[in-house]
């Protein structure tokens, strides 16, 4: 959390809530303890207490919930002390990414409420790289879809790499920018019924849409938008940010194009073809970029991920981040939204955290990739986001493939 955030209602209990879910798992079901403040499964627990209440409970005031934060910080460092086995690590694991996933939400947070941008935390200013137009070829072949052992931490619902088949197909080798989604909106785009899907349009209908929920229309003959608490010029060969499934959907269709599969898209980032390029082979590497099987980790020069730049870079930037295929910034920079439905991999079965993924089911979409705020912990290749159709709040963009 920032020095400089206003610190409101909702970022309140999303404090006391992360600090909750470290004692909940770490020291409460992990090490057997007793409960730190009696009534704090009613304030924070994200599965038993309503989304529209959460701003209206009787939270602790700023210095409760910190001290509540650090009371569990230091009895969970005195646990730590003393070793653990894997079975505890597993829920440090757990608590440690599903803060990385609310330190990401209280980042776009900031820009919905039009909050201050994150402080200066070393991040590096966002260069100009320009365009990257055009696709690259992905031959078909046989594809392990989702995770497997060996790879760390991994949730429930990338269990477990299992066969499916894909057709050859072609993909961008970069996300649509700016100047590409102002194109449909200047072409009437948003007005135009037959680009939108029958949930979609309603979604516009209802919302009264005409562009990005966060354009400002255009000054001077350049697109403005807003960013956290002021209006700017939109980068144009920046990726698109802040569209929902539905938009991208319409998008699509006016470009006559069309979103990539989880499948498509997991090969396209981490799959290997062939020596004579005809087929995918069973390889897989860690990173798109990474065919050593060794650490790998990402660096600024890799991938916009961590903070390491302060917002979406261009879509031609960290070229030494490409897939052997040649695809750019499929980790990090922006979220990618998939055609596919959040559904179970064969043989699913719930992990601890009951209600990470199972809930979820089937009224979601999928995204991969992670942004420039997701941690690098979060962001591997086989991480499966997964939103409802209709958020346009999270810093996802897409990329689309030939039809
Ligand atoms: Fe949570």
Same mark, same amino acid.
């Given at each position: 959390? &920032?020095?400089?955030?206003?610190?409101?209602?909702?970022?309140?209990?999303?404090?006391?809530?992360?600090?909750?879910?470290?004692?909940?798992?770490? +020291?409460?079901?992990?090490?057997?303890?007793?409960?730190?403040?009696?009534?704090?499964?009613?304030?924070?627990?994200?599965?038993?207490? $309503?989304?529209?209440?959460?701003?209206?409970?009787?939270?602790?005031?700023?210095?409760?919930?910190?001290?509540?934060?650090?009371?569990?910080?230091?009895? !969970?460092?005195?646990?730590?002390? #003393?070793?653990?086995?894997?079975?505890?690590?597993?829920?440090?694991?757990?608590?440690?990414?599903?803060? *990385?996933?609310?330190?990401?939400?209280?980042?776009?947070?900031?820009?919905?409420?039009?909050?201050?941008?994150?402080?200066?935390?070393?991040?590096?200013?966002?260069?100009?790289?320009?365009?990257?137009?055009?696709?690259?070829?992905?031959?078909?072949?046989?594809?392990?879809?989702?995770?497997?052992?060996?790879?760390?931490?991994?949730? *429930?619902?990338?269990?477990?790499?299992?066969?499916?088949?894909?057709?050859? /197909?072609?993909?961008?080798?970069?996300?649509?920018?700016?100047?590409?989604?102002?194109?449909?909106?200047?072409? &009437?785009?948003?007005?135009?019924? @037959?680009?939108?899907? *029958?949930?979609?349009?309603?979604?516009?209908?209802?919302?009264?849409?005409?562009?990005?929920?966060?354009? !400002?229309?255009?000054?001077?003959?350049?697109?403005?938008?807003? #960013?956290?608490?002021?209006?700017?010029? +939109?980068?144009?060969?920046?990726?698109?940010?802040?569209?929902?499934?539905?938009?991208?959907?319409?998008?699509?269709?006016?470009?006559?194009?069309?979103?990539?599969?989880? =499948?498509?898209?997991?090969?396209? $980032?981490?799959?290997?073809?062939?020596?004579?390029?005809?087929?995918?082979?069973?390889?897989?590497?860690?990173?798109?970029?990474?065919?050593?099987?060794?650490?790998?980790?990402?660096?600024?020069?890799?991938?916009?991920?961590?903070?390491?730049?302060?917002?979406?870079?261009?879509?031609?930037? +960290?070229? @030494?981040?490409?897939?052997?295929?040649?695809?750019? !910034?499929?980790?990090?920079?922006?979220?990618?939204?998939?055609?596919?439905?959040?559904?179970? /991999?064969?043989?699913?079965? $719930?992990?601890?955290?009951?209600?990470?993924? !199972?809930?979820?089911?089937?009224?979601?979409?999928?995204?991969?990739?992670?942004?420039?705020?997701?941690?690098?912990?979060?962001?591997?290749?086989?991480?499966?986001?997964?939103?409802?159709?209709?958020?346009?709040?999270?810093? $996802?963009?897409?990329? =689309?493939?030939?039809?």
């Amino acid at each position: 959390m &920032g020095p400089y955030l206003t610190i409101v209602n909702p970022v309140l209990w999303e404090i006391g809530h992360v600090a909750w879910f470290h004692e909940y798992w770490t +020291l409460r079901e992990a090490a057997g303890r007793a409960p730190l403040i009696e009534r704090c499964d009613r304030l924070w627990d994200s599965s038993a207490v $309503a989304h529209a209440t959460r701003w209206h409970l009787d939270l602790p005031d700023r210095a409760g919930t910190c001290a509540y934060m650090a009371d569990v910080l230091h009895r !969970q460092e005195h646990l730590l002390a #003393r070793g653990i086995d894997d079975e505890t690590r597993y829920f440090y694991d757990l608590s440690i990414r599903h803060e *990385d996933m609310h330190v990401e939400a209280l980042t776009y947070m900031r820009q919905t409420s039009s909050n201050a941008p994150p402080p200066d935390l070393g991040m590096r200013t966002r260069p100009s790289a320009g365009a990257l137009p055009g696709d690259v070829a992905v031959p078909g072949g046989r594809w392990r879809l989702g995770s497997t052992t060996g790879e760390g931490f991994i949730f *429930d619902n990338e269990k477990w790499a299992h066969e499916t088949v894909l057709a050859p /197909f072609r993909i961008a080798r970069a996300a649509v920018t700016n100047a590409e989604f102002a194109a449909f909106v200047e072409d &009437g785009g948003y007005r135009t019924r @037959a680009f939108w899907s *029958d949930a979609g349009w309603a979604w516009r209908e209802q919302r009264g849409a005409e562009q990005p929920i966060y354009w !400002q229309g255009k000054r001077d003959g350049a697109w403005a938008a807003r #960013r956290y608490r002021t209006v700017e010029e +939109l980068a144009p060969h920046a990726p698109v940010m802040f569209v929902n499934w539905f938009e991208a959907d319409a998008w699509c269709r006016w470009a006559e194009r069309r979103l990539p599969t989880e =499948t498509e898209w997991e090969a396209a $980032a981490i799959g290997m073809p062939s020596a004579d390029g005809a087929r995918l082979t069973d390889r897989r590497r860690r990173w798109p970029w990474d065919d050593t099987g060794g650490d790998g980790r990402p660096t600024a020069a890799h991938a916009n991920l961590d903070f390491a730049f302060d917002g979406p870079v261009d879509v031609a930037a +960290l070229p @030494a981040g490409d897939s052997a295929f040649g695809c750019r !910034q499929m980790i990090g920079n922006v979220w990618e939204w998939t055609s596919s439905d959040f559904l179970p /991999f064969v043989g699913f079965a $719930a992990d601890p955290y009951k209600d990470y993924s !199972q809930p979820w089911f089937g009224t979601r979409k999928v995204l991969r990739g992670g942004c420039w705020a997701t941690s690098a912990r979060i962001a591997r290749p086989g991480y499966r986001n997964f939103f409802t159709p209709d958020r346009n709040d999270v810093f $996802a963009g897409f990329r =689309t493939c030939e039809l």
